[in-house]
Each structure stands twice: as C-alpha cells, then as structure tokens.
C-alpha cells in the first residue's frame, strides 16, 4: 500500500550499534504502531503513537524509543542493538485506536549480528 | 496460556479443498480481526467481527460471542491463498491481543 513506507526494508548491523527505523505516511492518519514479530509469537506493540509528540509504550517497549515530530513520520530506535533485537519490525497507521481501518507497512528485516 | 489461540498451526491442502483456521480467545473482546500476511511479509486485514458473519468473495469469517470462537473460511482454494493468517481481538480497554498465526499452504 503506497500509504505507508517503512525504510529500510533490511539492514544488518553490530551490537551495540544505534538503529532507526523510518515509517512514513502519507494519509495523515493520527495513530501510528510499531511492532515486531518473531516465529512463534503474535505480533507484539513495541510503542505507538497517538499524535505529534505523543507516544506510549507497548508490551516490548525496552530497548526501543520512539519520536513523532511530524504527524507523517514515526521513528523507531534502538539505542545499542542486541541479537534479541534480531527481528521484523512492522510499522502500522489507523484512522482510530481500534484496529478499524489499519494499514500496514510492508515490514524491516532487521539482523543484529 | 495465550489469551488468543489459533489452531491449526500449520495447515496443508490441496487446490480446491474448503478450509477452516479456527480462534479462540478467553477475553471480552469489543471486536475481533483477521489479517493475511503474506510470503513477502506484507499484512492485510480481511476482516472485523463483533457478531455474526462476513463475507468477501472466497472468504468467509465467523464469530460466536458467547463461545469466545471465530472461524475463518476459505472456499475453493487456490495456490494464491498460501498466507499465513492472523486472528486479533481487541479487549475491552482497546488492548490488542494477537494470535501466532495460521500458516497455510495450498498445494496445486
């Protein structure tokens, strides 16, 4: 969906390096979500976002900060990566804090090696 | 115990088999979605559910409130199905909760 981009789509980094994940959109929807999935587990909310400099933490959130400076930009970052941080991070935008009308990125593979 | 419960975990079929991903869940729920994920990873959402039944093409959701039980159905399967598909409900403090998801293959 041309609504929302995530970048990069892959990236392989050291531990103890910093990362920051882009999620773009364009349909100035007001809730943004970060997650990520790991096999065997359900997609799980590391920190979303409910407006201009207003964000929450989800149920993974440690290890992670977000900002949103712009209602079009949410941005995911890992201060000092680790190996558990290897995984898919999926950016999603809603029109509501219900999951009516989610829209989801099309995902970042990211390796911490 | 996880709160949502998708079973089967992995599913294999031939074309054309009539298929069925099942979801409970032990939580009030306000609404409950299916989403497709795709091998490239991409995720759709199919469906939401608070009663009854929906219907899209081959698709077909259910959802029993007082079981705690949705169905997901796949008439007339094709190769193009192969996803794996997700169950999310949310409670009733618009917390989602997710499933692991169904991993499904339609064999030609």
């Known amino acids: 969906d041309a609504g929302i981009t995530q970048s990069p789509r892959h990236k392989v980094t050291e531990t103890g390096t910093p990362v920051t994940l882009r999620c773009h959109q364009t349909?100035?929807?007001?809730?943004m979500y970060w997650y990520r999935q790991d096999p065997g587990h359900g997609l799980r909310l590391i920190h979303y976002?409910?407006?201009?400099?207003?964000?929450d933490k989800g149920e993974v959130s440690d290890g992670y900060s977000v900002s949103r400076s712009k209602t079009e930009d949410f941005l995911l970052t890992l201060e000092s990566a680790t190996s558990s941080q290897t995984s898919v991070y999926f950016c999603?935008?809603?029109?509501?804090?219900?999951?009516?009308?989610?829209?989801f990125g099309s995902g970042t593979r990211l390796t911490v090696v | 115990k996880n709160e949502v419960e998708q079973s089967p975990q992995n599913l294999t079929a031939q074309e054309g088999e009539f298929i069925t991903i099942n979801c409970s869940y032990s939580?009030?729920?306000?609404?409950l979605h299916w989403l497709q994920q795709h091998p490239g990873g991409g995720i759709v959402s199919l469906f939401m559910?608070?009663?009854?039944?929906k219907k899209h093409g081959r698709l077909i959701a259910t959802i029993n409130i007082q079981e705690k039980h949705s169905s997901l159905h796949i008439t007339a399967s094709h190769p193009r199905d192969s996803a794996v598909y997700i169950c999310?409900?949310?409670?009733?403090?618009?917390?989602?909760?997710w499933g692991a998801g169904t991993k499904l293959i339609i064999k030609p």
């Open positions: 999603a935008i809603s029109t509501t804090e219900t999951l009516y009308g989610y829209t």
């Open positions: 349909e100035n929807h007001r809730y």
């Open positions: 976002s409910y407006g201009v400099k207003d964000t």
């Open positions: 939580v009030g729920i306000s609404a």
């Open positions: 559910l608070s009663s009854g039944k």
């Open positions: 999310a409900v949310m409670d009733s403090n618009y917390q989602l909760i």
